[in-house]
């Protein structure tokens, strides 16, 4: 039997204070929205600052959640193998930050349901279809716990322990491909969450940084300059189009040689400027995107952070074809909120 989390009070007080200001935000919101509907620019100004103000108490939601937890999150890579940034991502996600209704009530972290195979407590609560049969349990570790046990135990997801630990994009489409949510957009959404609240930070798995060797006075570079240990990396495929992760050490002529390309072909299918940086956990395509999205990804809601570039990058579209499918001129960016056609 696990021990129980103990709860920092702090935390968890916070947490409900952020959802008290965002419910009274939106109240408020819907209030101002009718009275200053005659004058639009006013209107305009007051939406702005609002989505603003929303999205930075997500992020402090978010923020609490994560220093609440990624220390169990490590706990479970290093006895299940599981990357502590999905952990915390599908927690993040599943839950609401942990202040969902859903969660509150059953502290089930991760969605999960019943299934044929579950004895404990249970809880009903409407998914796919109404009043779905879910899983119950004492304390979130408890969760956290039966969350490794599920995918452990499962065939179906048994081929992504053989990925590599910090390799959080292909567990996210892992998870997607075996199931694990019928939303289309899943994945992206697990990789969106990492990577705007550098959850990658906390996978411990055996990662070794590229090292560089000098052959003379650490003070002066010889003549034979550095020698490079070579990086292999995975391939992987959104939206048909191959890229890999970029790792420490890594820059575009080190990939493009790996890929018998040039510097100049990665940057083109990047869409950069071959004086741009290249830092670690960025997706790098080997190949050109493409002109639309998936089948099953016909829009996208901006979220907090997000620009058009990065979007494109998540869904292997070119910028210039989301411009284009959303007739926006190319000298404007995009805002919270805003749905934009992908295909």
């Not at 305009?44 to 992020?59: E, P």
């Not at 959640?65 to 927690?91: C, D, F, M, T």
């Not at 004895?119 to 979130?140: L, M, P």
């Not at 969450?193 to 940084?209: K, M, Q, S, W």
């Amino acid at each position: 039997m696990v021990n129980p989390i103990f709860y920092d009070f702090q935390v968890t007080g916070f947490l409900y204070l952020s959802m008290f200001i965002t419910s009274m935000i939106a109240e408020l919101t819907t209030k101002l929205t009718k009275m200053l509907s005659t004058n639009k620019h006013i209107l305009y100004i007051f939406i702005f600052f609002t989505q603003l103000s929303i999205a930075q108490n997500r992020n402090q939601v978010y923020q609490a959640y994560i220093n609440q937890y990624y220390k169990l999150a490590i706990r479970q890579q290093k006895e299940h193998n599981i990357p502590a940034s999905i952990v915390l991502a599908q927690g993040l996600l599943e839950s609401g930050a942990g202040i969902s209704d859903f969660a509150r009530q059953s502290n089930n972290h991760f969605g999960i349901k019943c299934n044929n195979d579950w004895i404990g407590a249970t809880i009903y609560h409407d998914d796919d279809k109404k009043g779905e049969c879910f899983r119950k349990y004492e304390n979130v570790l408890d969760s956290y716990e039966d969350h490794a046990l599920f995918l452990k135990n499962r065939q179906r997801y048994a081929f992504l322990f053989y990925l590599a630990p910090y390799d959080y994009e292909g567990w996210a489409h892992g998870l997607k491909k075996a199931g694990y949510a019928t939303d289309p957009t899943y994945a992206f959404k697990l990789i969106s969450i990492i990577e705007d609240f550098n959850l990658h930070r906390f996978d411990v798995g055996e990662f070794a940084p590229v090292t560089s060797i000098q052959k003379n006075n650490a003070s002066t570079q010889s003549s034979m300059g550095f020698i490079h240990a070579r990086n292999t990396h995975s391939v992987f495929r959104v939206n048909g189009v191959k890229f890999i992760t970029s790792s420490w050490g890594d820059t575009y002529a080190s990939i493009a040689e790996e890929f018998n390309l040039t510097p100049g072909k990665i940057c083109e299918f990047n869409e950069l400027d071959e004086k741009s940086d290249l830092q670690a956990g960025m997706r790098v395509y080997i190949e050109q995107k493409k002109t639309k999205a998936p089948r099953e990804c016909e829009t996208h809601v901006v979220e907090d952070g997000e620009s058009m570039y990065s979007i494109s990058q998540d869904y292997g579209i070119k910028v210039e074809s989301i411009y284009q499918l959303n007739k926006i001129p190319f000298t404007d960016g995009v805002s919270y909120g805003q749905m934009l056609k992908l295909r």
